[in-house]
């Protein structure tokens, strides 16, 4: 949760709770640290809304869109500052209302049951806007133990040479058998040094481009039928062919598979030197954006050598 605390003397002109002059005001701003956003028409608006007391905290950015601020460049981040104007309000409100309901901002027709008793707007500040993108392959492996060179920079460890860094690459070694079904960490400990070594060779599978030592790669054992899927070929029914030393049979792959790469979006808004007649800050965290809008997916097959 996060809380503000404000405690100020009762000459500023707007009164809470039917303060007399010279009393002292002590304002609480108890909201969670996320918040919500509706997208309407050419603008955006960023909300959070609580309960007893019923109270909200919103945002409008007038011609700005969801597509906008997910264009994040080649370090995955995007970044902007706007300034809180007539265009661009910051908005506190209070309401009657024991509870709001989830979609306060997003109604086409507001509801006839919320009444609103305060609506302070600041038009003055800035509000920073700073998208961060994380991709992932979902492969049970830690982007961090994927950096096999240790170097920090994720994006120059490429096993199998295909363009994608093994951090969200799916088949680090290429060999159209998922990371994740190669057991790269069998007791989901974190440790590696257990993977699955079928060969014994001293490389995982995960990063071995021949399983089974058997002289053929793995990719190129796809007897029964060529899917870019070597796990679905038996000549005996005991293990697969790409697992089984004694088959050798070389049918040539002729393409990777499709890549599924997972993306999360880490949306946050700061906001700095606003005026709320009463509440007067350099800087307030307004949270991190919680919506559905923050997860997707893109897919990409590398280029076959």
């Known amino acids: 949760m996060r809380k503000l605390f404000f405690v100020l003397l009762a000459s500023i002109s707007l009164t809470i709770n039917g303060c007399d002059d010279g009393d002292i005001i002590t304002v609480e701003l108890d909201f969670d640290d996320t918040f919500q956003v509706c997208e309407g028409g050419d603008d955006l608006v960023f909300y959070k809304t609580k309960s007893d007391p019923a109270e909200s905290l919103s945002l409008k950015l007038s011609n700005v869109n969801i597509e906008s601020i997910l264009n994040v460049d080649a370090t995955g981040v995007y970044e902007i500052t706007y300034n809180i104007s007539t265009a661009n309000p910051f908005n506190y409100r209070t309401y009657s209302n024991a509870s709001l309901p989830t979609n306060l901002f997003c109604e086409v027709i507001p509801s006839a049951e919320v009444t609103i008793t305060q609506d302070i707007e600041s038009t003055s500040g800035t509000a920073n806007l700073r998208t961060v993108l994380t991709e992932d392959d979902n492969d049970g492996i830690p982007a961090e133990l994927e950096d096999l ?46 993977a699955q070594d079928t060969d014994g ?34 000549t ?23 890549h599924t790469i ?20 350099d800087n307030f965290d307004f949270g991190a ?6 997860t997707n997916t893109r897919t990409v097959t590398p280029d076959f050598p």
Do not use: H, M, W
């Not at 062919?241 to 990777?256: G, R």
């Not at 954006?289 to 923050?294: I, K, S, Y």
């Open 201 to 234: 060779d001293g490389i995982p599978d995960y990063l071995d481009p021949d399983d089974d030592g058997d002289g053929v790669d793995t990719r190129d054992e796809e007897n029964d039928s060529q899917d870019q899927n070597p796990a679905n070929d038996f």
């Open 149 to 194: 060179n240790g170097n920090g920079n994720y994006d120059d460890d490429d096993t199998d040479g295909d363009g994608i860094p093994n951090y969200i690459d799916a088949d680090d070694d290429g060999d159209n058998i998922l990371t994740k079904d190669e057991n790269p960490d069998p007791n989901g400990d974190g440790d590696l040094s257990d």
């Open 289 to 294: 954006l919680e919506n559905g809008v923050t």
């Open 236 to 258: 005996t029914n005991e293990v697969a062919d790409y697992l089984n030393k004694e088959i050798s049979t070389s049918v040539p792959a002729t393409a990777y598979r499709e």
């Open 262 to 281: 997972s993306q999360t979006y880490l949306i946050t808004v700061q906001i700095s030197n606003f005026d709320l007649e009463f509440i007067s800050l």
